[in-house]
């Protein structure tokens, strides 16, 4: 009894593999021949191939735009590197030419000196002051 269910078993298993490759070949020959472009069921999933091929094309244009603001951004920060070291660099300057000394030398120039004595304060008495003309 267990012979002839084995036996019986075999066939059907030999059967399916055979029958399977037949579906593949048949399918990979209705793609090589275009006729799977006929069919009701591609007719019918038209609409959801379509969706799909916008979503890839939303896919790809949201990629290209992260890239693009990615430079961007890049670009901004090297450059605010720059502008920051630029910045540092003009205001130690400043700070350098800013000192009396620096001043002093500069304005020896122009035949300026700095002075030796310190400022004297002028006291007027209400006699000195001058009044303007009221004409």
């Not at 890839?56 to 290209?64: D, K, L, Q, S």
């Not at 001043?103 to 304060?121: F, G, S």
Request: with cysteine.
């Amino acid at each position: 009894m267990n012979r002839l269910k084995k036996q019986s078993e075999k066939p059907a298993k030999e059967q399916s593999e055979k029958r399977r490759q037949g579906l593949f070949q048949q399918w990979i020959t209705g793609i090589m021949d275009g006729s799977f472009l006929s069919g009701d069921a591609t007719t019918r999933n038209i609409p959801f191939a379509l969706f799909l091929c916008f979503l890839v094309g939303f896919y790809i244009a949201n990629t290209y735009n992260a890239e693009r603001t990615i430079r961007q951004t890049a670009r901004i920060t090297k450059e605010l590197k720059d502008l920051r070291s630029e910045y540092i660099t003009l205001k130690s300057e400043l700070v350098y030419n800013s000192n009396p000394s620096q001043v002093a030398v500069k304005l020896e120039k122009h035949n300026i000196y700095e002075a030796k004595e310190p400022p004297r304060t002028l006291y007027l008495s209400k006699q000195d002051i001058i009044k303007p003309n009221q004409d």
